[in-house]
């Protein structure tokens, strides 16, 4: 009878099981960084050219809130029929005004591209009309309504369209 040597075969030893573990997780946090760095380098996350400033200037703001509380204005945003989104502005005693001007800025809420500019007409008592565009995903409209002498009232909606 002929004797059988067999060979050691392939053993996995504790060196072998540190080396996978450090390669996988250096492989993962090697890959985080090269998408942070994409990230950061295409959109810095900034949506006001000088943030500092435009903090400072919150005071401003919040004295605007408090004039168009008094006014007591309020302004509903529709979607209608097509492409289109009307504004219906009323007084503290739901009596309707007229002969305003109003303008509005649509943008998408993660990002400043694509902002734009709509155009609203009257198109009735009290109800103010703007064509839109075809519109695709969210959208945040604001409008600014201009009355009589300073009066300036600011409404906003998401629109959100398939």
């Given at each position: 009878m002929t004797e059988m040597t067999t060979?050691?075969?392939?053993?996995?030893?504790g060196w072998h099981v540190l080396a996978a573990f450090v390669l996988f997780f250096g492989v993962i946090i090697a890959v985080d960084i090269v998408f942070v760095s994409l990230a950061v380098?295409?959109?810095?996350g900034e949506a006001a050219s000088n943030p500092y400033e435009s903090g400072l200037l919150y005071n401003r703001t919040l004295a605007q809130r408090r004039q168009e509380a008094a006014l007591?204005?309020?302004?509903?945003?529709e979607e209608t029929a097509g492409d289109t989104v009307q504004v219906r502005v009323t007084d503290r005693a739901g009596a309707i005004l007229e002969g305003l001007t109003v303008t509005g800025?649509?943008?998408?809420?993660?990002?400043?591209?694509?902002k734009r500019t709509v155009r609203f007409v009257a198109a009735g008592p009290g109800?103010?009309?703007?064509?839109?565009a075809p519109l695709d995903g969210a959208w945040d409209l604001r409008v600014t309504i201009r009355g009589p002498g300073e009066t300036v009232f600011e409404a906003q909606r998401r629109l959100v369209r398939p």
């Open positions: 060979t050691p075969g392939f053993t996995i030893k380098r295409t959109f810095s007591g204005w309020t302004a509903t945003i800025e649509l943008e998408r809420p993660a990002t400043t591209r694509g109800v103010y009309r703007a064509d839109t």
